[in-house]
Structure formats: C-alpha cells, structure tokens
C-alpha cells in the first residue's frame, strides 16, 4: 500500500478469508493493476490504482 499523499510506501495487506473470497479478490486486482507510484521501486509487488473498487 502507499500513501495516499505522497506515494510512499507504507505496507502490504494481507486478506485472510475462504479460497472462492480470494480467487474473486485476486480476479479484481489483476483487472486493475497499474504502476508502482512515482519513486517506488517494489518488482514483487501488485500495485492497484486508488480508488479501482469497482463496488
């Protein structure tokens, strides 16, 4: 996650919940993945784009 200001990192999130929750979540993600903010440099991380709930 980064902050929302100034784009800097600040943790991860971990979800804890059924499979079918984490397959659905794991869909929604990768539909709205997007680059890293600018200055930040994490390869394994999935970024999403703030605000991509779709809800």
């Known amino acids: ?3 929302g200001k100034t784009g800097r990192y600040i943790g ?3 979800v804890n919940s059924s499979r ?3 397959e659905h ?3 929604r993600v990768q539909q709205h993945a ?8 994490r ?3 999935q970024w999403v784009k703030q605000g ?4």
């Open 1 to 3: 996650m980064a902050d």
């Open 43 to 45: 390869p394994s991380t």
């Open 12 to 14: 991860s999130a971990f």
């Open 20 to 22: 079918v929750i984490r």
């Open 34 to 41: 997007g680059p890293p903010p600018n200055g930040m440099m």
């Open 25 to 27: 979540l794991l869909e």
């Open 52 to 55: 991509s709930s779709g809800a």
